[in-house]
């Protein structure tokens, strides 16, 4: 199957930045779109960012202005881009896509998830 693998994950202060990133790989044609979602503990999982291949970007309300979220096609990757962090930022970060294959026009997948802890 098509697998996502995030990394980058970790333990920052306050105030402190932070960079995920996310690969795809497996059998597909086309990446449509990919995107950063969370989930803080007790929480619900929420939207981080998306952006697809044409360009259409999209940020959560709680992120905006300080989060970018980036690709590189040749790699098959996407990133995230994390300043400014605060204590309620932590949380599990998932990489989600949506994928073009054989015998699927478009089928949304998602990574295992990468802690990001924000503590003073």
């Known amino acids: 199957q098509v697998q996502l693998v995030e990394s980058g994950g970790g333990l920052v202060q306050p105030g402190g930045s932070l960079r995920l990133s996310c690969v795809v790989s497996?059998?597909?044609?086309?990446?449509?779109?990919m995107g950063w979602y969370r989930q803080p503990p007790g929480g619900q999982r929420e939207l981080v960012a998306y952006?697809?291949?044409?360009?259409?970007?999209d940020y959560g309300n709680s992120v905006k202005g300080r989060f970018i979220i980036s690709r590189d096609h040749a790699k098959n990757a996407a990133y995230l881009q994390m300043n400014s962090l605060k204590p309620e930022d932590t949380a599990v970060y998932f990489c989600n896509a949506d994928v073009e294959s054989v015998g699927r026009y478009g089928y949304e997948y998602w990574g295992q998830g990468t802690l990001v802890t924000v503590k003073a």
């Open positions: 952006l697809t291949t044409g360009g259409k970007i």
């Open positions: 497996g059998s597909f044609t086309l990446i449509n779109r």
